[in-house]
């Protein structure tokens, strides 16, 4: 069976400071791959979604970047975290229909 | 882009209550999800359910695409119905799904 993972769990950190999340899937190959965030008491915005390594496409410009080394790893990352990147981010998979990791809680202060 | 409106916004039932939430959205889809988030974060997978009718348990959505608009049925509430529940659509293929503002539910017991 497939499952999916995120990590950390919980994650706060400064303004200006690097950002880096990662998410694996287990158990499928060459799999879709998603970002989303949710900002507290909203629904999920789409932030990336990549069809294979390397192929990254972005629906909302802004200071943050995915990128996919790995067939079933994929990253979010910044250069420098704004207080309004604070939010739960969602890492999910699929080819269909699509599955949600467990999500990792940011704060930025 | 496509629009999707959950209704009610917030649902409140005693414990044993049936309850129907409602997903409208603007134009013709190819891909439709019902999700439950749960008071942890994790989205839960209900249905995938682009048209038609499917029952899972005491859960059950009907959606009727010429019409543009999908209904989920919750039977026999539990406490642990509890949360958001998300309808999420897609146009072409499930690289862009939108997702609506969800509708939060509270089991009474």
Redesign the interface.
């Known amino acids: 069976s497939q499952t999916i993972h995120q990590w950390p769990a919980t994650l706060v950190q400064p303004v200006g400071s690097p950002l880096s999340l990662e998410c694996t899937v287990e158990g499928t190959s060459n799999p879709?791959l998603?970002w989303y965030r949710q900002a507290a008491g909203?629904?999920?915005?789409?932030l990336f979604?990549s069809?294979g390594i390397g192929q990254i496409?972005s629906e909302v410009p802004q200071n943050l970047s995915a990128s996919r080394p790995q067939d079933r790893q994929f990253i979010l990352s910044s250069k420098k975290l704004l207080l309004s990147d604070s939010g739960?981010y969602?890492c999910?998979w699929?080819?269909?229909?699509?599955?949600?990791g467990?999500?990792t809680?940011l704060t930025v202060l | 882009g496509i629009q999707v409106e959950q209704s009610p916004p917030d649902l409140i039932l005693q414990e044993g209550a049936n309850s129907t939430l409602r997903c409208n959205f603007s134009d013709s889809v190819n891909n439709l999800q019902w999700f439950h988030q749960n008071p942890w974060g994790q989205l839960i997978n209900l249905f995938y359910i682009p048209s038609g009718t499917k029952q899972n348990g005491r859960l059950s959505a009907t959606t009727v695409a010429t019409e543009r608009y999908s209904l989920l049925y919750i039977s026999s509430s539990q406490t642990t119905d509890s949360g958001v529940y998300f309808c999420a659509v897609g146009e072409y293929n499930n690289n862009d799904m939108r997702f609506g503002a969800g509708t939060r539910l509270t089991v009474k017991p």
């Open positions: 879709n998603y909203r629904g999920l915005q789409l979604y069809v496409s739960f969602l999910a699929g080819l269909v229909d699509q599955f949600f467990p999500g809680r």
